[in-house]
Nanobody, 127 residues
């Protein structure tokens, strides 16, 4: 059974940093699209960045505009997806999820594209 397990969330003060991890287990294939999403209370789930086995990494427009505050990478040896978030702001407070679809190419950051989800890790940023 394929599982995604997030970790690394927590409560931090504004300006701090966190590195979130998403451990992928139970998948033996070679093609994947993995991504990070977040969802704040009362808001829809928002894609942050994706990474595919074809080598492509894409960021949502807001993440691009954030000038490097969000950085994603995938450790293909340990099968862990990372999200580094720098200069955290209170508006970054949300539940952060990783998601996957077992195909070679990602197709945007529409949550409906992904069929495997983790349970999330909470990030709370105080001012």
């Amino acid at each position: 059974q394929v599982q995604l397990v997030e970790s690394g969330g927590g409560s931090v003060q504004a300006g701090g940093s966190l590195r979130l991890s998403c451990a992928v287990s139970g998948y033996t294939g070679s093609t994947y699209c993995v991504a990070w999403f977040r969802q704040a209370p009362g808001k829809s789930r928002e894609g942050i960045a994706s990474h595919s086995s074809s080598g492509g990494t894409n960021y949502a427009d807001f993440a691009v505009s954030a000038r490097g505050r969000f950085l994603t990478s995938y450790d293909t040896v340990r099968n862990i997806l990372y999200l580094q978030i720098n200069s955290l702001q209170p508006e970054d407070s949300a539940m952060y999820y990783c998601a996957a679809k077992w195909v070679e190419f990602c197709r945007g950051l529409d949550p409906r594209f992904f069929d495997t989800w983790g349970h999330g890790t909470q990030v709370t940023v105080s001012s």
